[in-house]
């Protein structure tokens, strides 16, 4: 049994852990952590000592996992913590993919870490990866508090670089980047004067959901409204 670690006072979370629901179909039984911090540090600033103090104090169970890379990033610095997004590659086989993405162009945002997870997915599911200029560029959240503009600026040009590159939606593993690029993206279009209404982001978590035929629940809580399914 897996621990899966997850901040429930923050609803962007929510894009991410569904990844028990694709664990539980290669295999791997899991739960979530009903352990919230009492703050949303990853939407304000924060101090990283703060946070490393009140991780060391919960996170005592074993086999934990980080649902996604913002927070595995920072807790594997106080101890072992594995990658729900790579438990689940190594243990997804052939016979679990239920729909395969060969008629999609997939463009992969690595920013904040090198995605390989996304990458590797993509490519046993058969999805046409693009390349695109900007996949490597800071997505803005770092200085959103000090120049908003600017932040919006920087997410608008790697969406619309996607965009216009040819792909049909953008993957994340981070959230961070997720609420800049769909959390966001009024103010994105607006402060690129583009529409950009019929792309739109997923996580990794929901990727890897409806690879395996499940139809995730956060698609519908999503700003760019996911036309995959209709």
């Given at each position: 049994m897996?621990n899966?670690?997850?901040?429930?006072?923050?609803?962007?979370?929510?894009?991410f852990?569904?990844?028990?629901?694709a664990?539980?179909?290669?295999?791997?039984?899991?739960?979530?952590c009903e352990?919230?911090l009492g703050k949303n540090?990853f939407?304000i600033d924060?101090?990283?000592?703060?946070i490393?103090?009140?991780?060391?104090a919960?996170?005592?169970?074993?086999n934990?996992?980080a649902?996604?890379y913002?927070s595995?990033e920072?807790?594997?610095k106080?101890e072992k913590?594995?990658y729900?997004p790579?438990?689940f590659?190594?243990?997804?086989?052939?016979?679990?993919i239920?729909?395969y993405?060969?008629?999609?162009?997939?463009?992969v945002?690595?920013g904040?870490?090198?995605?390989?997870?996304?990458?590797?997915?993509a490519?046993m599911v058969d999805?046409?990866?693009?390349d695109?200029?900007?996949?490597?560029?800071s997505?803005?959240?770092?200085?959103?508090?000090?120049n908003?503009k600017?932040?919006f600026?920087c997410?608008?040009?790697?969406?619309?670089?996607?965009?216009?590159?040819?792909?049909?939606f953008?993957?994340?593993?981070?959230?961070?980047?997720f609420?800049?690029?769909?959390k966001?993206?009024?103010?994105l279009?607006a402060?690129s004067?583009?529409?950009f209404e019929?792309?739109?982001?997923?996580?990794f978590?929901?990727?890897a959901?409806?690879?395996l035929g499940i139809i995730p629940?956060t698609?519908?809580k999503?700003?760019?409204?996911?036309?995959l399914?209709?």
């Amino acid at each position: 049994m897996y621990n899966i670690y997850t901040n429930s006072n923050n609803d962007l979370f929510c894009h991410f852990d569904i990844i028990k629901d694709a664990l539980e179909v290669v295999g791997i039984k899991s739960t979530l952590c009903e352990k919230p911090l009492g703050k949303n540090y990853f939407i304000i600033d924060y101090d990283p000592k703060d946070i490393l103090q009140e991780y060391a104090a919960m996170l005592k169970e074993d086999n934990i996992l980080a649902c996604e890379y913002s927070s595995y990033e920072i807790i594997q610095k106080i101890e072992k913590v594995q990658y729900a997004p790579q438990i689940f590659l190594e243990n997804l086989k052939t016979e679990h993919i239920k729909h395969y993405f060969k008629q999609f162009n997939i463009g992969v945002y690595q920013g904040f870490c090198d995605a390989k997870c996304s990458l590797e997915l993509a490519k046993m599911v058969d999805a046409n990866i693009i390349d695109f200029e900007r996949k490597y560029k800071s997505c803005g959240y770092g200085f959103l508090n000090l120049n908003a503009k600017l932040a919006f600026e920087c997410a608008a040009a790697i969406v619309l670089d996607a965009y216009d590159s040819g792909c049909d939606f953008l993957i994340v593993e981070n959230f961070y980047s997720f609420y800049m690029f769909d959390k966001c993206a009024k103010e994105l279009q607006a402060v690129s004067n583009r529409n950009f209404e019929d792309f739109y982001i997923l996580s990794f978590a929901e990727f890897a959901n409806l690879a395996l035929g499940i139809i995730p629940h956060t698609l519908k809580k999503h700003k760019l409204k996911v036309s995959l399914v209709g």
